[in-house]
């Protein structure tokens, strides 16, 4: 058993470190502040490469792997949780099926300039009427020659707009409920297709979330991801790896909150002295840091099983579960430390408390981790 | 085009603490890192790579642990990297340095060496020019602009109070300052293949030099003293309005005969 990462990986830590540093971090809290779409950072990103990670290079991809990109995903979100997600949507969510179920063909046409960043994608499951119930799918897709016809919607999905590529679940059986349920690489430009409303949310401000709408949308027969009726499947398996990135995100905001806390409360003094000298801060953030790397441990052992291929749905479960409520727990009691002043847009922390909560939701809710974990438990 | 680009691994002296007894710098638990400079000449070369097809070789002269900065600069986009190694290299200065540096440069062809202005750790900016002298080159120091014209190198230098324009005939050798070229990341692609690339290993065998002229016995630099700067008083704090401000700035800068 080896806890080091490897050379390579150490060498990819340093690189996007220094990037999160100095070209994510500086725009972080005026994206939250507008909510603005980062597209000078995505341009950026892809130029090094990013968005491609694991994604072999015969299909463009830089060969790296799975724990690179969680290691990625982790040291955006420490500095912005919004650039975080924007890669983890992209890659777990849309390029990762494509390249695991798409035909030759598809991956032909599709992962060489998603891997290259030229492309963005995207990923839509929920619907207004299917959200943890992810088989109560309504959008509707019908055989018509060689096409199949979509009518429906879906909501609260990542990257929309912005995204060239959709990964879509669709309704193609009803009667056969999860058994029915088929996907879709569905092109932006593809008529029919249209972007609704954005939402303004919470936190992640800055990442594009919007409603997705489909009105007698004609996408050919050969765009049909994995086989008809594998749709199901094929989202859960998706949303597997999907939680490695948010753990990723999580564990990244996580440690942004740290870096914060560990240096306000030495700068901060009270009563004479820094609030790092007092035991009520030094035993608290000494609970926190032993839970961050408690988290880091899971999320790269999770990684780590993805690449060598071995079965890792309940770890990617554990990682997001713990990861997130963490996240949800470092960022309060960072706002805590700070006082007044964390209540303010002064200091990054109440941003952080804002991005940790959506990790405790999306891609699967805690409470649905905690079924995937207790259905492997009890099985 | 072929140009070599001399870099330096550099602990990260933002970190760093000198022990007050021997006045040695601290080493340990302080990131090593590539010298800043180096890294803007490494991007000049990069640059000349997009644009003109050069072929970039880096060398540095260090131990075995400075192979780091040349996987870095593999990642980076370099094309060759050589690690000129020996314990009979150690303990050099700046002139043992240059000597040793330009024997193994010998062994290559260049139409264009680049180091840079300076390495962090001593700040001495020898020996870049150095190498220039040992090798017969036309040399400018300070580069914060390059190009290539009709075969001559275009070449902007930055002085205390502005800027010259040079013109320069290859083969030359350039002394490049970080602020003139802001480093690019090392892509990720790059990164991964980083390891499995051929690093060359010189020993004292490439490099044609008596044993007197290299390392410490090749090295007539003794060091007196070294000691931690004490810090200057506190400054004087002003509160007033922008042309109060401005007058009192103007009699300051008068009274310290600095205009």
């Known amino acids: 058993m080896n806890f080091q990462l490897t050379k390579t990986q150490q060498l990819f830590q340093q690189m996007i470190r220094e990037f999160a540093e100095k070209e994510?971090?500086?725009?972080?809290?005026?994206?939250?502040?507008?909510?603005?779409?980062?597209?000078?950072?995505?341009?950026?990103?892809?130029?090094?490469?990013?968005?491609?990670?694991?994604?072999?290079?015969?299909?463009?991809?830089a060969g790296g792997d799975h724990i690179m990109y969680s290691m990625a995903?982790?040291?955006?979100?420490?500095?912005?949780?919004?650039?975080?997600?924007?890669?983890?949507?992209?890659?777990?969510?849309?390029?990762?099926?494509?390249?695991?179920?798409?035909?030759?063909?598809?991956?032909?046409?599709?992962?060489?300039?998603?891997?290259?960043?030229?492309?963005?994608?995207?990923?839509?499951?929920?619907?207004?009427?299917?959200?943890?119930?992810?088989?109560?799918?309504?959008?509707?897709?019908?055989?018509?020659?060689?096409?199949?016809?979509?009518?429906?919607?879906?909501?609260?999905?990542?990257?929309a707009g912005k995204a060239n590529v959709y990964v879509i679940a669709t309704m193609t059986d009803k009667s056969l409920k999860n058994k029915g349920i088929t996907t879709f690489i569905v092109d932006a430009d593809t008529p029919g297709f249209s972007i609704g409303k954005k939402e303004h949310k919470l936190g992640i401000r800055g990442s594009a979330t919007c409603e997705l709408i489909f009105e007698n949308c004609r996408v050919p027969k050969s765009n049909m991801l994995?086989?008809?009726?594998?749709?199901?499947?094929?989202?859960?398996?998706?949303?597997?790896?999907?939680?490695?990135?948010?753990?990723?995100?999580?564990?990244?905001?996580?440690?942004?909150?740290?870096?914060?806390?560990?240096?306000?409360?030495?700068?901060?003094?009270?009563?004479?002295?820094?609030?790092?000298?007092?035991?009520?801060?030094?035993?608290?953030?000494?609970?926190l840091e032993t839970k961050v790397q408690a988290a880091r441990l899971l999320v790269r052992s999770a990684a780590w099983k993805q690449d060598a291929g071995l079965p890792y749905s309940a770890d990617a479960a554990m990682c997001k579960l713990f990861a997130a409520e963490t996240a949800m727990e470092v960022t309060t009691k960072a706002v805590q430390f700070h006082g007044g002043y964390g209540y303010t847009r002064e200091y990054p922390v109440e941003r952080m408390m804002r991005d940790a909560k959506i990790t405790e939701i999306y891609e699967g809710t805690s409470e649905v981790q905690r079924m995937v974990i207790a259905a492997k438990l009890f099985k | 085009?072929?140009?070599?680009?001399?870099?330096?691994?550099?602990?990260?002296?933002?970190?760093?603490?000198?022990?007050?007894?021997?006045?040695?710098?601290?080493?340990?638990?302080?990131?090593?890192?590539?010298?800043?400079?180096?890294?803007?000449g490494l991007e000049l070369a990069l640059e000349l790579k997009d644009k003109y097809g050069a072929h970039v070789t880096v060398i540095t002269m260090g131990p075995p642990q400075a192979e780091l900065i040349l996987r870095e600069a593999y990642a980076m986009g370099a094309d060759r990297a050589i690690l000129l190694t020996s314990r009979a290299f150690g303990g050099a200065d700046t002139l043992a340095t240059s000597h040793t540096i330009a024997a193994a440069l010998k062994n290559l062809e260049y139409d264009l060496i680049i180091t840079g202005r300076q390495a962090i750790d001593g700040d001495t900016a020898q020996v870049g020019p150095q190498i220039a002298e040992h090798l017969g080159l036309p040399q400018v120091s300070y580069v914060a602009g390059f190009d290539v014209k009709d075969g001559k190198y275009i070449v902007k230098k930055e002085t205390e109070d502005g800027y010259q324009m040079l013109e320069v005939s290859s083969p030359a050798l350039m002394t490049v300052l970080a602020s003139g070229y802001k480093a690019r990341y090392m892509n990720v692609a790059g990164i991964v293949d980083a390891y499995d690339r051929e690093i060359d290993i010189w020993g004292d065998d490439k490099v044609d030099l008596p044993a007197e002229k290299l390392g410490l016995k090749g090295s007539p630099t003794r060091v007196n003293k070294a000691f931690t700067k004490g810090i200057k008083a506190a400054g004087e704090v002003h509160e007033v309005d922008p042309e109060q401000a401005v007058n009192l700035i103007v009699s300051k800068l008068k009274e310290k005969f600095i205009i």
């Open chain 1, 24 to 61: 994510v971090k500086p725009l972080a809290a005026e994206v939250d502040d507008t909510e603005r779409f980062p597209d000078e950072t995505v341009a950026k990103m892809a130029k090094l490469g990013l968005f491609g990670i694991y994604i072999p290079k015969n299909y463009g991809g």
């Open chain 1, 73 to 159: 995903v982790e040291e955006l979100s420490r500095v912005c949780a919004t650039t975080g997600v924007i890669l983890s949507a992209h890659t777990s969510l849309c390029m990762s099926p494509i390249w695991e179920f798409g035909t030759e063909e598809q991956k032909q046409k599709y992962l060489p300039k998603l891997a290259s960043g030229e492309w963005l994608g995207a990923f839509g499951l929920t619907e207004p009427n299917a959200g943890t119930d992810a088989s109560a799918q309504q959008t509707m897709a019908v055989e018509d020659g060689d096409y199949y016809i979509l009518n429906g919607s879906k909501i609260f999905i990542t990257n």
């Open chain 1, 226 to 287: 994995g086989k008809l009726g594998e749709g199901f499947k094929i989202a859960m398996k998706t949303l597997d790896g999907g939680r490695i990135g948010i753990a990723s995100q999580a564990l990244g905001i996580a440690q942004g909150a740290m870096d914060e806390t560990v240096k306000y409360t030495k700068e901060r003094k009270q009563f004479g002295r820094s609030i790092s000298a007092f035991q009520n801060t030094q035993f608290q953030m000494a609970d």
């Open chain 2, 1 to 40: 085009m072929k140009i070599v680009v001399c870099i330096k691994q550099v602990p990260d002296t933002t970190e760093i603490k000198i022990n007050p007894v021997t006045g040695t710098l601290i080493r340990d638990g302080v990131p090593s890192i590539m010298n800043p400079d180096d890294k803007g």
